[in-house]
């Protein structure tokens, strides 16, 4: 069986911006308080969306952040055992590391970067623990703890308790 997307990321110089226009376009809510790898965005200006789902349960979370001296990028993120044997692989192939293994604060959580031939940037999750994957399915955020939401909203933002 194939490694599975396991999430997205939007990146860009200005998240407010970012989490105003896709929380607009969307309907998605930004949680900035679980922290990311500063290697990913600046601190605390990455939204984690939550995974919504079509009725019939498909869907994945990703985030939204950045900040300036960050490069503007969409990217999604493919669930593997192993980062760094899987960049290790992608280099075999023709692709070129651009980023990791990065270890998320706070998270039980590895990303890593390459460039396939092509150059497209393309994303690796693992976790160091156990299973990213199951994690994934009860529910666990790919940053830590979730708090507070932010986006949905003409200016960016709406606060809720924990969610």
Known sequence: MGQPVVHFEIIGKDPDKLWSCYGDLFGWEFDPTAPAAEAISQPGNYGFVDRNTTSDGTGIPGGV?????????????????????ALQK???LGGTRRMGPERNPGADLVVGHFTDPEGNLIGLAGSQGSSLLTKLRAGSPIGGEKSATRGNGSNGTKSSAKV
């Open 65 to 85: 952040g950045g900040g300036m001296g960050y490069d503007t990028r969409a990217i999604f993120y493919v669930g593997v055992p192993n980062v760094e044997a």
């Open 90 to 92: 992608a280099e075999s």
